[in-house]
């Protein structure tokens, strides 16, 4: 995550390994390198930013809940999450991180779907996006161009659409498989466009979330904001990370259909070794939910060492259900 705010990126490429139109290509390209332009700040002042969003997902663990980050820069950031029971305190200083409590807890997966969407979800094409065509429409009175692409990954093929403001440059909206953002409502600030709305739903399922956006600027003598919150436990800079390393992660047994869904499930990788505490970020088959977590609590890692020492981390894994 970037220090300041934060942008979900692939990887560009000017050229893809599959047969597409080369000036179409680049004009897709183009669009995207605006959006970009207009929606990243040359230079940021110190910051406030404020995500408040409702979940319309009936097995959430809570309806409402809050993201903020303010930003010192040059100095540090304080992030505070609130989604029903889960309230957590981060602040970064220098080589430090104060945190309270229970932040051995997973995020709640809706709470990472709001940082990811936030402040906008920005993309850039590489060579597994085919460009199939640019369509002009007229969408709430705005005037859009609209990219048709497909992400192939081996067997696997995605269908996308990413549609751009033609007066602005602002991405309106994606549809990356059955996920669905959409940004309305943009403001400026420090010389760029934010959406103050944006909504997530997934075909078939309807909205997930819808997320309300401010952006600030603080006045310089702000400081006080960076005190580490009452009870804070400190964390330190790795001088030397290694990541955890998979001993034994088995997929699921295969069956007899077409195609492959994925089911990602984050975990806590202990300093023994083990998953612990997973639950599903996001899956292409929820009915097969159980099994996959089931099946993930069975993995074993050497432990991710920070500074020489096993360290308690983080961790998304991913489990590929083929021809269930």
């Known amino acids: 995550m970037q220090p300041a705010l934060a942008f979900a990126l692939l990887l560009m490429s000017t050229s893809a ?5 080369a000036e179409l290509r680049d004009r897709a390209v183009a669009l995207l390198e605006r959006a970009h332009a207009v929606s990243i700040p040359p230079n940021l002042p110190n910051l406030e930013r404020v995500d408040t969003f409702s979940v319309f997902n009936p097995d959430a663990q809570a309806r409402e809940g809050s993201f ?15 989604f029903g029971n889960y309230h957590v305190t981060h602040v ?3 080589n430090t991180l104060a945190t309270s409590e229970g932040t051995t807890t997973l995020i709640p997966p809706e ?4 940082m990811r969407l936030t402040p906008i979800l920005l993309l850039r094409f590489d060579d597994s996006d085919v460009i199939r065509t640019i369509a002009d429409r007229q969408i709430a009175r705005r005037s859009l161009h609209c990219i048709e692409f497909d992400t192939i990954r081996g067997s696997q093929t995605q269908n996308n659409e990413i549609c751009v403001d033609a007066a602005n ?3 309106a909206s994606q549809r990356l498989g059955n996920d669905v953002i959409e940004n309305t409502n943009f403001f400026t600030f420090a010389g760029a466009l934010y959406p103050a709305k944006i909504t997530y739903s997934v075909l078939n399922r309807g909205p997930q979330l819808e997320i309300a956006q401010t952006v600030t600027e603080l006045p310089p003598e702000t400081t006080n904001v960076l005190n580490a919150p009452p009870d804070a436990r400190m964390h330190y800079l790795c001088t030397t990370y290694r990541r955890a390393i998979g001993q034994s992660t088995p997929q699921p047994r295969p069956g007899n259909r077409n195609g492959v869904a994925d089911i990602a499930v984050r975990a806590m990788i202990g300093v023994d070794g083990k998953v612990h505490d997973p639950l599903v970020q996001s899956s292409e088959r929820p009915d097969l939910n159980a099994e996959a977590l089931s099946l993930v609590s069975q993995w074993v890692f050497l432990p991710a060492m920070c500074n020489g020492r096993p360290n308690l981390t983080e961790a998304t894994l991913i489990l590929h ?3 269930r």
Do not use: K
């Open 92 to 94: 970064w200083t220098g």
């Open 68 to 82: 903020s980050r303010v930003v010192i820069q040059g100095t540090g950031r304080r992030e505070e999450i609130t």
């Open 17 to 21: 390994c599959f047969a597409q139109d």
């Open 321 to 323: 259900f083929e021809g």
């Open 169 to 171: 440059g602002t991405v």
């Open 111 to 114: 709470v990472v779907t709001v």
